[in-house]
């Protein structure tokens, strides 16, 4: 490999700054475009003067940019996804408002066809009940909702109790103690 150029560096290293300017600027710049030594000159130039250090007004412009200031400035940055959480919100109930209001409510029952209208009366049913003797329609009267309730619960749970149950023996659920299980 060859020695570097002291001279290519030094030159290297004021375009580098920015000290290079008009013939000189576009000579130095030909020479890059053409020459790989030059191009390695101005890598050297660049690592030995270390990262540069941007200024204070630079950090201000960036920071400002980044972080806007103020309530307006965080609800009116640019952000990587569509919208904002409270424009949702606000869409999210307009549209359910919306879909209150215009829903169709409940529809009332359509009316009976005609065909029904002229349907034949119901004729009477061929076996009539027994009717209730007059003691025991008074009786009946007499009693206020709860007695009627009662009685009627009991009426109740006694046909229940008539009917008979079909429960399984005691000698099926449980095996004898004589005999093998197998």
């Known amino acids: ?45 660049v690592e030995s003067e270390g ?17 806007p ?10 952000r990587t996804y569509r919208g904002h959480p409270a424009l949702w919100a606000v869409a999210g109930a307009a549209v359910a408002a919306v879909l209150f209001v215009a829903w169709p409510g409940p529809t009332p029952p359509a009316p009976a066809p ?11 049913p061929d076996r009539v009940p027994a009717e209730a003797t007059p ?9 206020t909702n709860f007695d009627h309730l009662a009685s009627t619960v009991a009426e109740v749970k006694g046909r229940r109790d008539r ?11 449980a095996p004898k103690a004589g005999m093998k299980q197998g």
């Not at 200031?69 to 640019?78: I, K, Y």
């Not at 009917?163 to 659920?173: F, I, Q, Y």
Request: charged share 35%; proline share 9%; hydrophobic share 35%.
């Open 1 to 45: 490999m060859r020695e570097p150029d002291p001279g290519l560096e030094d030159v290297a290293l004021r375009y580098a700054r920015g000290e290079r300017e008009g013939d000189d600027l576009d000579a130095f710049e030909g020479r890059l475009a053409a020459d790989q030594a030059a191009r390695d000159a101005l890598c050297r130039a």
């Open 51 to 67: 990262s540069p250090h941007p200024g204070p007004a630079y950090r201000d412009r960036v920071r400002s940019r980044l972080r």
């Open 69 to 78: 200031g103020g309530l307006w400035g965080r609800f009116a940055r640019r």
């Open 114 to 124: 005609d065909v029904a209208r002229n349907a034949p009366a119901p004729t009477a």
């Open 135 to 143: 003691t025991e329609a008074g009786v009946y009267i007499e009693l």
């Open 163 to 173: 009917w008979p149950t079909k429960r399984p023996s005691a000698d099926l659920r």
